[in-house]
């Protein structure tokens, strides 16, 4: 699905999601913000001299700045955050290395290794073989994303397991810019508990008012554990590390987090939305702020289907896993945190028993749930105006709607009746990072466009993440989303 149209302006949405800064969006404004430093690693071959040579010939072209290392330190001789290194050859950061390229963190600071071998994996691979092959490349040598050159090929491997072959050509500029850059141009940034509210025990899933939907969780996995595309898991107490100071550095980049796993599965709470009023009606005042106010209620304008409104914004809470738990192994009573999106601040209720911020964490996508979340009351609310017995509304307002997440596609001809797929055009960006969260909100105003433009019954979507996975999300309950994905191997017989 394509569309020209623009539901939201990028400061409406980064205020809605709580984003501070400017984010890239396109292609063209992530090779114009970038800025990369080559640094040569211990084993820099004739082969990856050359590949090294084909990458500054790409990045000139696309408009990509190439800084020194001396022109790449700040006044307290750390790296300057957002510049990229890309190691050529084996990145061994010793203490002695890190001393020649201080990096204050590995949350702060994207790294790339550039390794003269084959992939560990391809895209045949099993998840749990591809997960734990690039997790441990990844973490034995600190970096954040690999590329593996042969004289045929060029591989790149990164953290959420997707893996992706390129010719190793004369020229490799066009696979650089729409493969390479969004992965270098848009972090990785996982909620850490510092930026978010822990409400400790805040939530008991296991009270009256949760049973069906922990019934729908533990039904779904049970599904999704037989896919196989949902269930694998890294654990770091597997993984070797050359030193302390590796698993000192990886643990501060994970924000203490015990492991990490694919997928996740969320509830949105059910919320009840005004209906939004057409731009033309709506008698507050905007002035520079993409947010207005009137009685008492935050606004924003969203274009949909050639018309434009005043959406009310509304404070949205989900039930997700939460980071790193088996969820083939879920315990509800452990296992599940309440997310909620207030004024751009993220809140997480902890399960009882949980009082202390190291032992639980919020899922790595929680900016793409609330985000999706924040897009459905902002769709529900307009279809409240527009079409009043709107199922997709009613069903958010009594029960809640569900999200499922998983790392793979979903065929044409499985896309659920009513659910309109979106994201294909978009750079494949890596998950948890506030490009994926954009994506996915206004992807989905711009699907609910299509759907009434076209006069379809809008009852969900289905956001593909290039190069990384799907989002499905909608009235289907998670169980029935579950046997959507299992249809869909079947019918396309990986199953």
């Not at 009513?418 to 890596?430: A, F, R, S």
């Not at 105003?445 to 299509?450: D, G, I, N």
């Amino acid at each position: 699905m394509t569309s020209d149209e623009v539901p939201m302006d990028a400061a409406s949405v980064r205020s809605l999601l709580g984003f501070r800064r400017p984010v890239p969006l396109t292609l063209a404004e992530m090779c114009r913000t970038l800025r990369v430093l080559f640094f040569p690693g211990t084993r820099l071959t004739p082969r990856l001299e050359v590949f090294g040579e084909k990458l500054r010939a790409a990045f000139r072209k696309l408009g990509v700045r190439e800084v020194l290392l001396q022109d790449a330190l700040n006044s307290s001789g750390h790296l300057v955050e957002g510049i990229v290194p890309l190691f050529l050859g084996e990145p061994q950061l010793d203490v002695a290395m890190l001393e020649q390229l201080p990096l204050q963190n590995l949350y702060s600071s994207q790294m790339v290794g550039i390794f003269d071998r084959r992939s560990p994996v391809d895209e045949n691979s099993g998840l749990q073989e591809r997960l734990d092959s690039i997790v441990e490349v990844l973490t034995g040598h600190l970096v954040t994303l690999c590329l593996f050159v042969t004289d045929e090929h060029w591989c790149m491997c990164t953290m959420n397991g997707a893996v992706a072959n390129y010719s190793n050509g004369d020229s490799i500029c066009d696979d650089v810019e729409h493969a390479l850059i969004p992965k270098l141009a848009a972090r990785v940034m996982p909620p850490r508990v510092s930026d978010i509210t822990c409400r400790y025990e805040g939530l008991d899933a296991l009270s009256p008012e949760y049973c069906g939907v922990v019934s729908d969780f533990s039904d779904s996995l049970r599904n999704w554990a037989e896919t196989g595309l949902i269930a694998a898991h890294t654990s770091l107490s597997r993984l070797q590390f050359r030193s302390a100071l590796h698993r000192m550095l990886v643990t501060s980049y994970l924000d203490d987090r015990s492991g990490m796993s694919y997928g996740f599965l969320s509830w949105q709470l059910p919320a009840a939305c005004a209906p939004a009023i057409p731009i033309e009606d709506f008698d507050g005042a905007w002035g520079s702020s993409p947010i207005a106010e009137r009685s008492q209620c935050k606004w924003v304008r969203v274009q949909v289907a050639g018309r434009e409104f005043a959406v009310p914004v509304p404070e949205v809470s989900v039930l997700c896993t939460r980071s790193g738990c088996r969820k083939d192994q879920m315990d509800p009573a452990r296992d599940l945190v309440r997310l909620t999106l207030s004024n751009g601040r993220v809140l997480m209720d902890t399960p009882q028993g949980i009082t202390r911020a190291e032992d639980c964490r919020p899922s790595y996508d929680t900016f793409t749930i609330l985000g999706i979340a924040m897009g459905n009351c902002l769709a529900a609310s307009i279809l409240n105006l527009l079409q009043p017995d709107s199922r997709f509304s009613r069903t958010l307002s009594t029960a809640g709607l569900s999200l499922s997440h998983w790392h793979g596609s979903l065929s044409a001809n499985s896309v659920p009746p009513g659910y309109i797929q979106h994201g294909t055009e978009n750079p494949g960006v890596c998950c948890s990072t506030p490009q994926s969260a954009i994506y996915a909100l206004t992807g989905k105003l711009t699907a609910l466009s299509e759907a009434l433009k076209s006069g379809t019954e809008f009852l969900g979507d289905v956001h593909i993440e290039p190069h990384h996975g799907t989002n499905l999300c909608g009235v289907l309950s998670l169980t029935e989303s579950s046997r959507v994905v299992q249809s869909n191997l079947i019918r396309n017989g990986r199953h």
